[in-house]
């Protein structure tokens, strides 16, 4: 069975710029989380989704930042346009149930560099 | 508010000695508690958690960890390091709305 895949691996953009991120969640996982790891601080949620809803984007920094999950399956995260502060390590993360005991399956991030 | 603490940023060992990780956490009521490893170019794995019951769980890769609710501890310990559990260890607790709040991270240095 896939992990949790992300793409892309890396990304190097202009500040200003507009980058996507895609994640797809492991087969039949409802729950889609985003997380951010900025500058070598701790991993932060952005936000969390069941199926196609937003449950939760209280951890979206501003509205620069906007998540989707068009069906339901894959989530991409568009940050437009991307500022110096957006650089670090964006993690997705899946799991089948929505409750606090159910394991997240994190995939191996996308380093985002904004120069 | 919930969240949890790793006090220390780079740990270094030598292979074969013992490892102990420190995460103290801060949560109103029953805790679920994580240790996650991230090995270079990898995503997050899980080693262990804990929920509830026995407060020493056993992990993966030979890893076990002690909630200890008095000292607000759940520390990661393993009697003998191998050079490939060289990494980083996140610490983790699941707060009200399921979001994972993670600790910085410790990174792992195995000397040979």
């Known amino acids: 069975e896939a992990g949790v895949t992300q793409f892309p691996s890396h990304s190097v953009i202009e500040k200003g710029q507009t980058v996507t991120l895609r994640c797809d969640p492991i087969s039949g996982h409802d729950n889609l989380y985003w997380y951010r790891r900025v500058m070598g601080k701790e991993i932060k949620f952005l936000l969390h989704f069941v199926k196609e809803s937003k449950q939760d984007e209280s951890g979206m920094p501003n509205n620069r930042f906007l998540a989707e999950r068009t069906g339901g399956t894959y989530s991409t995260l568009k940050v437009q346009p991307a500022e110096l502060e957006d650089s670090g390590v964006y993690f997705c993360?899946?799991?089948?149930?929505?409750?606090?005991?159910?394991?997240?399956?994190f995939g191996p991030g996308t380093r985002l560099t904004v120069t | 508010a919930q969240s949890v603490t790793q006090p220390d940023i780079h740990i270094t060992v030598s292979e074969g000695a013992s490892l102990e990780l420190r995460c103290n956490y801060s949560y109103g009521a029953t805790p679920y508690l994580f240790w996650y490893v991230q090995s270079p170019g990898q995503g997050l794995q899980l080693l262990l958690k804990?929920?509830?019951?026995?407060?020493l769980v056993q992990g993966i890769k030979g890893f076990e960890a002690e909630f200890k609710r008095s000292q607000s501890s759940f520390n990661l310990r393993k009697p003998s390091v191998h050079w490939s559990d060289a990494a980083e260890y996140f610490c983790?607790?699941?707060?009200?709305?399921?979001?994972?709040?993670f600790g910085a991270g410790t990174r792992l240095t195995v000397k040979p």
């Open positions: 983790a607790v699941v707060g009200r709305n399921n979001d994972m709040r």
């Open positions: 804990y929920f509830s019951g026995d407060t």
């Open positions: 993360a899946s799991s089948q149930g929505g409750a606090r005991r159910d394991e997240q399956y």
